[in-house]
């Protein structure tokens, strides 16, 4: 089994700490549970770079002034690390002989995912994870905000996921990452359509097109929605389409890390997945689901 989205700082701390002994205990936990590959995947806007890159973007939505601002208020708390530290942590990391591969979250920003994709082609990732964390300065999941969650109260639930899909389509029409994490994120405050299949087939359409894999997640299970990513009905399209996985946590504390991961197989098992896939300079290569039990290096 695979842990593939991991991150090493919790969202309460603006103040990010560098460590190889953090990740060898992450490692040990994994081990732990059965799980032996590990991906980094801090995300991409806590790192000045990132912001150096795209800006004040909230500013340039027409959203509520209120929503901008818990906008800036985040990555004023958040965007306050070096990403050329990180990436040398994760090749120490690696270098040592931890079964960890180098890796980021990548969030969405409307119109400007070339540049981004720019900044990221200079450092030697593993994986890149695609993800939609907010729509215009919206940061829907954002379940402890109560300006971003009054937001669900004054908008359309069907426009949300409309919105929210749109968004994919075209993160995965980028070809800037190589995994969508936690496809249907969009549902977990527990805001569902009466019948998500459209948006289901479409999310599950722009995977495959991108030739990107589909990541299966334990953390919605600790959410309101109480359910995994993605839902069944998405991740059966998934298997349909010939769209492959990775399985992954979220975990930001070691206490979480490869939480409920044969649930998670279990899941994959019953749609008739069999493998999964890991990463190494970008390229997938895909580990037998019941024995994960090395990290692919390059030339191997």
């Known amino acids: 089994m695979l842990d593939y989205h991991l991150h090493l700082w919790p969202h309460s701390e603006a103040t990010t700490w560098l460590s190889l002994e953090q990740i060898a205990e992450y490692c040990e936990t994994a081990a732990a549970q059965g799980v032996t590959q590990l991906a980094l995947t801090e995300h991409l806007h806590r790192f000045t770079q990132a912001t150096d890159v795209v800006g004040r973007f909230w500013e340039r939505t027409a959203d ?3 929503v901008q601002a818990a906008m800036a208020d985040y990555f004023d708390h958040h965007a306050r690390s070096d990403l050329d530290a990180y990436v040398t ?12 591969v180098t890796g980021l979250e990548v969030d969405y920003y409307a119109g400007q995912m070339d540049e981004v994709a720019t900044l990221l082609d200079g450092y030697p990732f593993d994986v890149l994870l695609g993800s939609v964390h907010w729509i215009g300065a919206w940061q829907f999941d954002s379940v402890g905000n109560a300006v971003h969650m009054a937001e669900w109260a004054a908008r359309d639930v069907d426009a949300c996921w409309e919105a929210y899909t749109r968004c994919m389509e075209e993160l995965a029409a980028t070809h800037t ?3 969508l994490a936690h496809p249907d994120l969009i549902k977990v405050a527990g805001r569902v359509p009466d019948a998500p299949a459209e948006w289901w087939d479409r999310i599950a359409e722009a995977a495959a097109t991108a030739d990107m894999s589909a990541e299966v997640s334990s953390s919605g299970w600790a959410k309101p929605v109480g359910e995994q990513y993605p ?17 992954a946590s979220d975990a930001h504390r070691n206490e979480n890390v490869a939480e409920r991961s044969g649930e998670l197989a279990a899941l994959l098992k019953g749609v008739g997945v069999s493998s999964l896939s890991s ?22």
């Open 64 to 66: 509520p002034p209120a």
């Open 89 to 100: 942590l994760c090749e120490s990391a690696k270098a040592a002989g931890l079964p960890v």
């Open 177 to 179: 990452c190589d995994v």
């Open 231 to 247: 839902a069944l009905g998405l991740l059966e399209r998934f298997a349909a389409s010939g769209v492959r996985f990775t399985t």
């Open 279 to 300: 990463y190494v300079a970008r390229s997938r290569v895909e580990v037998p689901l019941d024995d994960a039990t090395s990290v692919p290096r390059a030339g191997t």
